[in-house]
């Protein structure tokens, strides 16, 4: 992707925004005054924005926006990559034309973001240095996806004696989480459709189909048994692993809640866990598969596609 020039005078942007909460169908692209770096803070020109499940979540309806803090009108979006081109006083981590990536919760879709140096990605936003042989559209991914998974594997530590199942490992998370495990020595078993079984091997997982029988396919595929799991869509994982007597102390969940299980978070990953990715990335240790890019203003398609979680990767907006 060509990489746009750094123009630190302007007073224009364009931003996906809301009017009102809903689908694909409330997105907007709009011209906006560009935001200004105050004190402790950095402009960075977006180039990437990588998309979540969680970022048509929370826009969904007034209530769940609420629960994030949200109001209208809202931003959209909150993984980004791209260069900064404007540093406000007191920061001295950044420089104008250095190559940045992270999070800003729900305003990332936008030609530029101001980030606060010691925020965090629920609050100002959070900012790391690119590295080199990571590109932007790569580097776009690795937020939000790279911490929940970094998260989930903190809680159940697999290790070279494990046989960890992960559900739903074809998704955003999944791609990080399958390889953070290999790389640990894990042997991984994977759920997903019959139409993702080709990448979730090519990500060293051993595929199985989800659904019903779930438990009674594992236990043929893994007859000394399953150690520890993940589950990264609902509760089917969670409750499988335990009819297959894995303690609920290896089990966790990243977007339900079951008692006795400890969820993961993305916002409790451990310091430098993001960092530690994508250098995995830049060694060539670590891949992120994008299933599709769009132009921002196929914004609205571009979600339709992800809200299906039928894409094996991740979908990504250059702006």
């Given at each position: 992707?060509?990489?746009?020039?750094?123009?630190?005078?302007?007073?224009?942007?364009?931003?996906?925004?809301?009017?009102?909460?809903?689908?694909?169908?409330?997105?907007?692209?709009?011209?906006?005054?560009?935001?200004?770096?105050?004190?402790?803070?950095?402009?960075?020109?977006?180039?990437?924005?990588?998309?979540?499940?969680?970022?048509?979540?929370?826009?969904?309806?007034?209530?769940?926006?609420?629960?994030?803090?949200?109001?209208?009108?809202?931003?959209?979006?909150?993984?980004?990559?791209?260069?900064?081109?404007?540093v406000g006083d007191g920061v001295t981590e950044?420089?104008?034309?250095?190559?940045?990536?992270?999070?800003?919760?729900?305003?990332?879709?936008?030609?530029?973001?101001?980030?606060?140096?010691?925020?965090?990605?629920?609050?100002?936003?959070?900012?790391?240095?690119?590295?080199?042989?990571?590109?932007?559209?790569?580097?776009?991914?690795?937020?939000?996806?790279?911490?929940?998974?970094?998260?989930?594997?903190?809680?159940?530590?697999?290790?070279?004696?494990?046989?960890?199942?992960?559900?739903?490992?074809?998704?955003?998370?999944?791609?990080?989480?399958?390889?953070?495990?290999?790389?640990?020595?894990?042997?991984?078993?994977?759920?997903?459709?019959?139409?993702?079984?080709?990448?979730?091997?090519?990500?060293?997982a051993e595929p199985v189909a989800y659904g019903?029988?779930?438990?009674?396919?594992?236990?043929?595929?893994?007859?000394?048994?399953?150690?520890?799991?993940?589950?990264?869509?609902?509760?089917?994982?969670?409750?499988?692993?335990?009819?297959?007597?894995?303690?609920?102390?290896?089990?966790?969940?990243?977007?339900?809640?079951?008692?006795?299980?400890?969820?993961?978070?993305?916002?409790?990953?451990?310091?430098?866990?993001?960092?530690?990715?994508?250098?995995?990335?830049?060694?060539?240790?670590?891949?992120?598969?994008?299933?599709?890019?769009?132009?921002?203003?196929?914004?609205?398609?571009?979600?339709?596609?992800?809200?299906?979680?039928?894409?094996?990767?991740?979908?990504?907006?250059?702006?």
């Open positions: 992707m060509q990489q746009p020039s750094v123009n630190t005078s302007a007073t224009t942007s364009r931003a996906v925004q809301l009017e009102s909460f809903g689908g694909p169908e409330v997105l907007s692209l709009r011209e906006v005054p560009a935001p200004q770096a105050g004190s402790g803070q950095i402009r960075v020109r977006v180039t990437a924005a990588g998309l979540n499940p969680m970022d048509w979540f929370m826009t969904s309806d007034a209530q769940t926006a609420t629960r994030f803090g949200l109001s209208l009108p809202s931003g959209f979006g909150t993984d980004y990559a791209g260069i900064v081109d404007q950044f420089a104008a034309g250095d190559r940045v990536f992270g999070g800003a919760l729900s305003r990332a879709v936008a030609d530029h973001v101001v980030i606060d140096v010691a925020g965090t990605i629920a609050a100002g936003g959070d900012a790391h240095h690119t590295p080199d042989g990571v590109d932007d559209r790569t580097a776009a991914t690795l937020a939000i996806a790279g911490c929940t998974a970094a998260a989930a594997l903190a809680v159940v530590t697999p290790g070279p004696s494990d046989t960890l199942l992960i559900g739903g490992a074809g998704g955003g998370v999944g791609v990080f989480a399958v390889q953070l495990a290999r790389l640990a020595g894990a042997r991984v078993i994977g759920t997903g459709s019959a139409t993702s079984a080709d990448a979730l091997r090519a990500l060293g019903d029988g779930l438990v009674d396919r594992l236990r043929a595929l893994a007859p000394a048994g399953v150690t520890a799991a993940i589950d990264l869509h609902g509760t089917d994982t969670a409750q499988a692993a335990r009819k297959l007597s894995v303690p609920d102390e290896r089990i966790t969940t990243i977007a339900a809640q079951i008692d006795g299980i400890t969820p993961a978070n993305g916002a409790n990953a451990a310091p430098g866990a993001i960092e530690e990715i994508a250098r995995l990335v830049a060694a060539g240790q670590l891949r992120v598969p994008i299933a599709a890019s769009f132009p921002v203003e196929q914004i609205r398609a571009a979600v339709e596609l992800q809200a299906g979680r039928h894409v094996h990767g991740k979908v990504v907006i250059d702006l």
